[in-house]
């Protein structure tokens, strides 16, 4: 099933006999049984306005395809979507819908907040098939119940989203990296502290195994001229900062894609949690790792079948199987957990949207 | 305004229900003299006014649950309250219900300015929060007009804004984690001080729920560092339409200011009457505040004068001295003082995309001028977020209702050109009637729904946010 517009896609999931798999570019892998529903012809752009900020496109337009819009117009989505196929081992080009489904959120998140907070609309049809709108496309508005930040991160679980709008952001006219090479996990979570507790707009800090920390300022020229200098003075208890400025974007990339773990063989695990836990958790697990948001969010290998969480514990937030034997969130809160498979009752009565991502 | 009819059955049982919660309760923590009660009866919308049945003011989580407990039990309806500061009537109760105040609730919980997080009881002020962590070189953003009195409870419910949210965010976007007691007088913990929820992002629905779906208590919330410093400049424009080009035209250039405030005639003139703050006398003006270091305000303002300069602007003014800023922000910051001292005025809330900026105020002046009332507009013109005052005057017969129906006709156009009915003042009583201007029946049913899995028997804020008729049957 390829439904073109919203009606469409009413009939079809009104229509489901059983279970739907929801697919936007596929680049996740099917998981469970049922029929496919692909959302890729609910695509294109429904409304771009650079003056206001503001950009309604529908859910399955390529994520490419909305990336290269905003640039030709010096505009950018501020959450800097990522893409996780190489790490996972996956193909094809997500789709916008599919972004927000997961709120996939690169190293920007730290200044500029995750997907979530960068979508301020949705459309989206519910497990009984009807249409429901919430938000719109103006950045403030709190008229009823936020239902669009629920959508967020849902994982395509309470209903298949068939329109997203966005508050926009300025591509910044000039950055560089201030790269601490060499220092280790703990130093590198104390340096990342700092530096994002200073008043410099550090807009990302993160750690590679084999490179070190990496900081990044963002602004125009003279902006990020001052404040490399001044950061720089800041992190020298550290180490001497080495700046990088033409390699500086395809680092980031680098680090948002996870590419020092592309070719190590086991479970992927991400980890959520209070950045200053970071470093005793990389202590525990004992294998090469990647972290991003300042400690706030770690990449690691482990052996196929390690109990990572028990390893890894205590920690508050929570960790994700990502690529393994299937995919696996950690268990939530007796009270919370049941609020949620209520709401999932509640947009799909029926069960037709079943697995998700499978989490 | 229609409220529902309080029910009999419950306000007949009032010594059994006072009796419970006093047997829970510490015995100062539960209020039910009618003299004491009043101050309760009524917040920021004051023209509408019902005396609860009892109000409680416990001093912990705990406490609170055991209060809801006893409500849940004898099936009567809480509305809880933070300072009151509500413009839409959220925090009215009606004669059948419960108050639960959180204002007791004010400590500080923890200051972690490593992970950049602070946790407070829910019952301390915007401001209080800030000055807990201001001595380490921290703020927290969201910064509503009201931050003196109103609480981060209220804040939350309402998902609150205030000027400096277009760099910043509104409470949603700063908020990380709270505890929240159901009505049946569950303790959740929901989010922390870590980046992603676990699962459904609950944190994001509850934010801006109007005390509909349980009651906050703690609440762990992101803090920033202070910025190196901050300038604003004031422009003047012979034309509204030509302000809100300039702001287009700001923004289209890739500068975000953390500010930029818009006041149109009627409020500079009010406000040039009541504080002198040395205004041009012009048809428009615009406030744009830029943060960071010396060096980097002036590249930011050099690039907005250039801008400005395109539009002819009537008067350019950059603040040169800190006696000279605060100047430049007193007119706007006492704004709502001077158009009070006018009259009795309604404050709306309504936002528009900023490209139906110039039509929209056109709009509302000739409305204005068909209803025979006066209408003055100052605004956060960086996302949108208007506020038209409409005067009136409550001594003459009449006037409430006509401005009243004023109001709803400017909600409606915002809403017709692109925008909705609040942008962050919620929807209370004030805008619930119009609620199906914005939303479809569909719409509101699924809003609903999430209501009917954190309160099933609809005892929470019952008969606030959706149409009276919309939620009759499931208030029962
Ligand atoms: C637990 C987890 C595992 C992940 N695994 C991978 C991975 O293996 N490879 C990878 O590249 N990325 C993965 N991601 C990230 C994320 O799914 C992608 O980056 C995202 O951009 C995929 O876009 P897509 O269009 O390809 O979506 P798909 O891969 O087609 O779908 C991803 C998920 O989003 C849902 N979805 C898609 N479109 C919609 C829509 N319109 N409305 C509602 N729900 C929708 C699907 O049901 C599915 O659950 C994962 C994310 C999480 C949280
Ligand atoms: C002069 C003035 C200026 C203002 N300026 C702004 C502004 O710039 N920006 C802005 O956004 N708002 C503004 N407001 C509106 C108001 O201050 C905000 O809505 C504020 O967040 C309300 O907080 P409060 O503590 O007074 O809450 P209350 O008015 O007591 O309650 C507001 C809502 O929160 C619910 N609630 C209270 N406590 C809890 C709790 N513990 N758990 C669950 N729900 C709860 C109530 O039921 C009610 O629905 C202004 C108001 C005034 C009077």
Redesign the interface.
């Known amino acids: 099933m390829r439904p073109q517009d919203e009606r469409e896609l009413a009939a079809a999931i009104r229509d489901a006999a059983g279970p739907l798999r929801v697919q936007g570019g596929g680049t996740r892998g099917l998981v469970g049984a049922g029929e496919v529903l692909d959302t890729t012809g609910l695509c294109g752009v429904r409304l771009y306005e650079p003056a206001a900020l503001t950009l309604v496109v529908g859910a399955g337009t390529p994520l490419a395809e909305v990336e290269a819009l905003l640039a030709g117009e010096g505009q950018r989505l501020g959450f800097e979507p990522v893409r996780w196929g190489p790490l996972l081992g996956a193909s094809g080009e997500s789709t916008i819908g599919g972004v927000v489904a997961a709120n996939v959120s690169g190293p920007r998140r730290v200044r500029a907040g995750a997907a979530r907070d960068a979508l301020i609309g949705v459309r989206f049809v519910d497990g009984r098939g009807e249409v429901i709108k919430s938000g719109g496309r103006v950045m403030k508005n709190v008229t009823g119940y936020d239902l669009v930040k629920l959508m967020a991160g849902s994982r395509g679980r309470l209903g298949v989203l068939s329109e997203v709008a966005f508050k926009l952001m300025p591509a910044a006219a000039s950055e560089a990296t201030l790269l601490l090479e060499g220092i280790g996990v703990g130093d590198a979570v104390a340096a990342m502290a700092a530096a994002l507790g200073s008043p410099y707009e550090v807009s990302g800090a993160g750690w590679m195994p084999g490179l070190g920390a990496m900081l990044r300022l963002e602004g125009l020229a003279e902006s990020v001229g001052y404040r490399v200098g001044r950061l720089g003075e800041l992190m020298q208890r550290f180490a001497t900062p080495r700046i990088e400025r033409a390699g500086s974007a395809a680092l980031w990339r680098d680090l948002g894609e996870v590419a020092p773990l592309h070719h190590c063989a086991g479970d992927v695990w991400r980890f959520s949690v209070k950045p200053s836990e970071a470093p005793g958790i990389v202590a525990r697990l004992g294998v090469p790792v990647v972290l991003d948001w300042g400690g706030g969010l770690i990449w690691a290998v482990l052996p196929e079948g390690t109990n990572a969480r028990a390893m890894a514990a205590p920690y508050s937030g929570h960790a994700t199987l990502m690529r393994g034997c299937g995919v696996a969130s950690e268990p939530e809160a007796p009270g919370v957990a049941e609020l949620g498979e209520a709401l999932r009752a509640k947009f799909d009565p029926r069960g037709i949207f079943g697995e998700g991502l499978g989490a | 305004m229609q409220m529902p009819v309080p029910d009999p059955a419950i306000l007949a049982k009032k010594a059994a229900i006072v009796a419970a919660l006093r047997a829970v309760l510490p015995a100062d923590a539960v209020i039910d003299d009618p003299f004491e009660t009043r101050a309760y009866e009524c917040d920021a919308l004051a023209a509408y006014r019902t005396r609860p049945l009892a109000v409680v003011l416990p001093r912990s989580t705990s406490e609170v649950a055991a209060a809801l407990k006893v409500c849940h039990r004898h099936g009567v309806p809480v509305v809880p309250r933070g300072a009151g500061t509500s413009l839409a009537g959220g925090a009215m109760p009606s004669a059948d219900a419960v108050i639960l105040g959180v204002a007791r609730m004010s400590a500080v919980l923890e200051v972690?300015?490593?992970?950049?997080f602070v946790r407070v009881e829910a019952g301390r002020t915007n401001l209080a929060v800030s000055a807990a962590v201001e001595g380490e070189?921290?703020f927290y953003a969201p910064d509503p007009s009201s931050q003196l009195a109103c609480l981060i409870a209220g804040n939350i419910a309402?998902?609150s804004?205030g000027a400096h949210?277009l760099k910043y965010?509104?409470t949603?976007?700063n908020l990380m984690g709270v505890t929240l007691v159901?009505m049946a007088g569950?303790v959740?913990?929901?989010g922390?001080?870590?980046?992603?929820?676990?699962?459904?992002?609950?944190?994001?629905?509850i934010?801006?729920?109007e005390g509909q779906l349980g009651v906050v208590t703690e609440a762990t919330l992101r803090i920033l560092?202070?910025?190196?410093g901050a300038r604003p400049v004031l422009i003047g424009f012979d034309s509204s339409e030509v302000a809100g080009a300039c702001v287009?035209?700001i923004?289209?250039?890739?500068?975000?200011p953390v500010a930029i405030e818009f006041m149109d005639r009627p409020c500079i003139r009010a406000t040039e009457a009541f504080a002198q703050p040395g205004y041009p006398d012009c048809e428009a003006l615009l406030i744009v505040e830029v943060e960071?270091?010396e060096?980097?305000i002036d590249?930011?303002l050099g690039?907005i004068r250039q801008i400005a300069m395109r539009h002819a602007p009537v008067e350019f003014r950059e603040a040169q001295s800190d006696e000279e800023a605060k100047r430049i922000w007193l007119g706007r910051k006492s704004a709502f003082g001077a158009m009070g001292q006018i009259n009795d005025y309604v404050c709306l809330d309504g936002?528009?995309?900023?490209?139906a900026l110039p039509q929209t105020l056109r709009r509302i002046g000739e409305m204005a001028a068909a209803a025979g009332l006066e209408v003055a507009n100052v605004f956060?013109a960086g996302?949108?977020?208007m506020h038209p005052l409409i005067l009136y005057d409550a001594n003459r017969e009449g006037d409430l209702e006509r401005c009243e129906a004023l109001g709803a006709d400017i909600l409606r156009l915002c809403v017709e050109v692109?925008?909705?009915?609040?942008?962050?003042?919620?929807?209370g009583i004030e805008?619930r009637e119009l609620?199906s201007a914005?939303?479809?029946r569909?719409?509101?049913?699924?809003?609903m729904?999430?209501?009917?899995?954190?309160d099933p028997g609809w005892l929470l804020n019952p008969a606030k946010?959706f149409p009276l008729e919309v939620s009759a049957a499931r208030r029962g």
């Open positions: 972690d300015t490593a992970n950049r070189g921290f309402m998902n804004g949210c965010g509104v949603t976007n159901t569950e959740l913990e929901i922390g001080p870590y980046a992603d929820a676990g699962g459904l992002d609950l944190l994001g629905v934010c801006g729920s560092p202070k910025p190196e287009a035209d923004i289209r250039a890739g500068v975000l960071g270091a060096a980097e590249e930011q690039l936002t528009i995309p900023v490209s956060h996302d949108g977020n692109g925008g909705c009915l609040s942008g962050e003042h919620g929807v805008k609620m914005q939303f479809t569909a719409d509101m049913e699924a809003q729904r999430v209501k009917d899995v954190f946010v």
